[in-house]
């Protein structure tokens, strides 16, 4: 197993040099409220020499498919070949309300969004004709889509967040690796089975395909503080959009959490961010974040390489502090894969 660093923007560059000291595998950028991940992946091209760069994820409702792939292909060329893009469709919230674009039926936009991006990535010409893509628009004599950037290394590797069954399985049928967050051991290990089963419907085995949960990572002798770290990060993401559709409020419910995740989505829609922060609760927490002095995190690693996972994803950007207390974490993190007798 490896380890990738999800980055916050303030401070990228620096963290990403040290995390490319450290032996990480992935730089990854999120993409939400407080910044977009080509703009991060940009700098940090520029800063580093050896480790990849990800998206984590671009959100597809904010890009048509075209400026996707000329931005992979920027990328891509900028970092000389260390780029992997990361997609996902976000949430009905974040799609309708920020973009204006429709949710339904995300699983067969992001099919046709990836076939577009795919065909654009080969550097030939693109027409398409799809039920929510048409290049060049119906009736339209225009050019076709055509991304001439002069290519760097291998083909861009294709990577998907996805939460649901359905997209599960379709991520392992047409992409090369998944992002997960909030994941629990176990739950790793349904995903990885979803997965599996996209795969072969695709006619492809599993081997090679990056599996690469993210979790919030605090590190520290006491474990309760550590949790107690995290709760901020956790009522943000729980408290976006109405809670009946927040997704990681539907994951907490799953894991046995369901009237604590409506509790702080209620404070997070009230304003109420420290009260929401306060109610999170820190089983929701443990079960689905890495927490504690290092032999408890290299553990739980041990637990993560065992459902499937390939490379896991460090959230230092989930852990409010300074830069050189995030490198602090990055360090704890390595120092824990180590001991955990798993490294790949």
């Not at 999800?6 to 620096?14: D, I, K, P, V």
């Not at 910044?35 to 800063?47: F, I, K, T």
């Not at 990572?217 to 009946?244: F, K, N, Q, S």
Request: aromatic share 6%.
């Amino acid at each position: 197993m490896k380890l990738g660093v999800n980055l916050s923007y303030q401070g990228a560059a620096e963290l990403a040099v040290a995390a490319e000291r450290l032996g990480y595998d992935v730089a990854l950028a999120p993409e939400g409220y407080r910044s977009d991940a080509a703009s991060v992946l940009g700098l940090v091209a520029g800063r580093t020499e050896r480790i990849a760069l990800g998206s984590a994820v671009m959100q597809i409702p904010a890009r048509s498919p075209a400026l996707a792939a000329l931005t992979a292909a920027t990328l891509q060329s900028l970092s000389g070949g260390r780029f992997r893009l990361g997609l996902g469709v976000s949430n009905p919230d974040v799609s309708e309300g920020w973009y204006g674009v429709p949710f339904a039926q995300p699983l067969a936009r992001t099919r046709e969004y990836v076939e577009i991006v795919r065909r654009a990535l080969t550097g030939e010409p693109v027409r398409y004709e799809g039920r929510h893509y048409r290049l060049p628009s119906s009736g339209s004599g225009a050019a076709p889509l055509h991304v001439i950037t002069e290519p760097a290394g291998a083909p861009v590797p294709v990577y998907l967040g996805a939460v649901g069954p359905g997209n599960l399985a379709l991520a392992g049928e047409i992409a090369d690796g998944w992002i997960g967050v909030f994941a629990a051991p176990d739950q790793v290990a349904e995903s990885v089975a979803h997965i599996e089963a996209g795969r072969a419907r695709a006619g492809r085995p599993l081997a090679g395909f990056d599996v690469m949960p993210c979790l919030a990572t605090a590190i520290g002798e006491d474990t309760d503080g550590c949790v107690d770290r995290l709760r901020a990060h956790y009522a943000y993401l729980m408290g976006i959009g109405a809670p009946e559709r927040n997704f990681y409020i539907a994951l907490a419910t799953r894991l046995g959490f369901g009237a604590q995740a409506a509790e702080v989505g209620r404070l997070a829609g009230e304003g109420d961010r420290a009260g929401a922060a306060a109610a999170v609760p820190a089983g929701f927490v443990e079960l689905t974040a890495l927490t504690g002095p290092v032999d408890r995190v290299a553990a739980r690693m041990r637990q993560y390489a065992e459902a499937g996972v390939t490379t896991l994803g460090i959230m230092i950007s989930s852990m409010a502090g300074s830069t050189e207390e995030r490198i602090s974490v990055l360090e704890g993190a390595m120092a824990a894969l180590d001991r955990s007798g798993v490294r790949g």
